[in-house]
């Protein structure tokens, strides 16, 4: 019997491997914070003994969601403004409070919550664009999440910057202190091709292959956006990224909704990972990604929630859910987008967008142990025909009962472990009664 | 003080009625299984007295969710086959599966199942069309739901009937036995315009007539049908109904996807109320319905989750959240079905649209007590700036805390007290694993 931290238990132990294994009557054992076995139950069972054991009869075992796109600390915006057009819910809304807000304290309060949403929601991961990157990083390495954390760079002044220079600066030092992590990968972040002229973009490219780090970008998220880049540079945003020498597979693009087909073919060829997130493009009417057409190209398209301010949750189950169900009417084929396809997505292609696929993702010996345990005995969950169906269409956020990140567990019977849950609600309510004014 | 059976106090109660007023700080009480007063809390307090109180600080109260159509025994096919076409879905898998499986004992088994998992996501009200309504209607009753509960009328053979003439029977005698009963709501419901001939059809509405029961009807689901009448009839199917006097306010007509700016002049002009299955009309990939030319037009457009194998839930409030965010994208236009707008579909139009709005749909004074009671002490529901909002974007069916319909509290604490919920549990695991073979 060999010794071990964590044995895990499962009816099903949905890999995500390259195969989409699914282990029945299966175990997941954990040892220094890395999955060292995957198998039958019994099998492990004579291998290996552990302190703790997790999951059990009636529980599904799967990779930890991998959130693409999001700007955490908005959740403390959630519901703020809603049903406006983008332009008028940034210009008038949300820039304006977060011009009278914003502050590290802030940042790390609103993280904390959004992380205690996230894992509860069975997110291990997750890529973050905001301010404060510093507060943000800290918080989520406190609560005992992995993600990469952009440092925002835009042309203009905010709170946290002058120009350009200043955030480029930043952000290089914010990726020397972060990066080695365990948990948080630092990334350059340029907001968008309307937000950061040629000569930023090119800047925040060399600076991201100076440190060998992923870099993040809002990319044609709306139909303006296509025109003014055509009135800026007459080119469309992805062929003007492109012509700058900015697309290869280190850049993971939020929203690519306003794509033409020329475009999707450089994003394929590119290996660009896109962070689709279709809960946020419908709310604010920005459009339908080409989704189908974009993986019919080879384009790696995965999922994200966007903030909440936009969407109004950071689940992922939801999103999963909307974009298996409306790519098929989009598409009139009730065939695409299958529910292993979307869990791919939702899993794997995420870690693989940012580089990470080799660390985790997937549920194979070797890997961090980054893993959800959700509960099966619920009404809406019954009877049970194909997994991946219930967990992609049927399956909601309090189903999922215990989170492990890096091996550590988080979150267990629905109680956060790694932070003190009624402090982050009460500091919550306590922001939001001073928004409100 | 006057003696009440119930008082429910609330952080605010929506009550949906004429002027959508939302009481702050608020009560609801309940005597006889009717709402006797509605108003600020403190004014409660003082005005009567109650052996059982509900709800309390950080809870909403809001009407219980009015579900217009659905399958509800099809919980027992819930990802028995997915991302199939309309017709093959049907007529290789669920349609094979309904032939072997059906009976009494199956339809009363899988309606408790679906009871329970419409309570336990708010809704208090539902459609229902399926075969063996008295199975159906004494099972609903039994758990103390409210519903209209059709009468199927094809025109072909089943396993419960050989012709429209023998369905036609026995949906009078159903009518019969259950008009006038205090939670189920009897009706007629021919399948659609493709399964019953004009001759049918003209029976049916005059039972209905008869009766004074409600129609309940399929409707321009997907594209095929309006080919299949265009060549039968050389109509669409919403023109060839009105040909035959179908349609009036009794009808509620399900799905309504294709249909002409002249059809929805026909439905509004009609006053038939519309049953919008979003979720279902995606996975099929059916299409998607015209609700806000159909809103614009004056149509009643309420909301259905379907039946479970082609959602694959019964979740309203997915259900909601999908409704007012699918369409925004489709109108390019983030303004439109806005939350309260949303809100009103799926409780007080959802009661108006059988003809039972002076009975229940929105909590007054005088209506039944059919109340939701949620709680908003969840990561996800804070801050809180717009109760509307978070109810529709932000809520998840777990949030749910208590169902009261009829004034008898049928869910509390997520507990089921209107039933065995483990044994409704493994009676639905067990039929699973029959029919999985």
């Known amino acids: 019997m060999k010794p071990a931290d964590i044995i895990i238990r499962a009816d099903h132990i949905l890999t995500m491997d390259k195969d989409l294994n699914v282990v029945r ?20 069972a004579r291998k290996y003994s552990a302190p703790e054991n997790l999951g059990g009869a009636g529980t599904v075992a799967f990779p930890g969601l991998v959130n693409t796109h999001t700007h955490s600390p908005m959740v403390y915006f959630r519901g703020l403004a809603d049903e406006l057009p983008l332009r008028e819910w940034l210009e008038k809304h949300i820039w304006p409070a977060e011009e009278k807000w914003l502050s590290p304290e802030f940042v790390a309060d609103a993280v904390e919550l959004a992380c205690l949403e996230m894992l509860g929601s069975g997110v291990t991961f997750f890529c973050d664009m905001y301010f404060y990157g510093d507060a943000i990083a800290a918080a989520v390495k406190r609560m005992g999440m992995r993600a990469v954390v952009g440092a925002g760079i835009v042309d203009f002044p905010t709170a946290t910057g002058r120009n350009a220079d200043e955030y480029l600066e930043k952000a290089e030092r914010f990726i020397r202190d972060w990066k080695g992590d365990s948990l948080i990968t630092p990334c350059t972040a340029p907001h968008s ?38 009135a800026k540079h007459r080119a469309r945003p992805v062929t003007f990224l492109d012509s700058l020498g900015f697309l290869d597979p280190s850049v993971t693009a939020a929203h690519c909704v306003w794509v033409s087909d020329e475009e999707i073919g450089i994003l394929a060829k590119r290996g660009v990972g896109v962070a689709h ?32 301010a936009s969407n109004n949750d ?28 979307v869990m791919l997505m939702a899993t794997r292609w995420g870690a693989e967008a940012f580089g990470m696929g080799e660390m985790t993702g997937s549920i194979e010996t070797g890997k961090a142990a980054d893993i959800v345990i959700a509960d099966l005995k619920k009404p809406h969950l019954l009877p049970l025909y194909d ?38 609600m009460e500091r919550a309510a306590a922001w939001g009664k001073k928004i409100r004014g």
């Open 277 to 308: 997130c279709i809960e946020s493009n419908l709310k604010l009417a920005s459009g339908f990604a080409p989704v189908v057409p974009m993986l019919n190209a080879g384009v790696r398209v995965t999922l994200g929630t966007d903030g909440a």
């Open 193 to 230: 091709s309307y937000a950061c002229g040629p000569d930023t973009l090119r800047k925040a490219k060399a600076l991201s292959e100076t440190y060998g780090v992923p870099l993040h970008i809002h990319l044609s998220e709306t139909e303006w956006e296509t025109h003014e880049l055509e």
């Open 25 to 44: 009557d299966g175990a997941i054992v954990v040892a220094d914070g890395k999955i060292v076995c995957v198998g039958p139950a019994d099998e492990a």
């Open 314 to 341: 950071l689940n992922m189950l939801s999103e999963m859910s909307t974009t298996a169900k409306v790519h098929k009417a989009l598409a009139k084929d009730p065939t695409v987008l299958n529910a292993r396809q």
């Open 387 to 424: 997994i991946y169906s219930h967990i992609v269409y049927s399956m909601n956020a309090a189903d999922i009962d215990t989170v492990l990140v890096n091996g550590m567990v988080l979150l267990k019977g629905r109680r956060l472990m790694s932070g003190d849950e009624p402090a982050i």
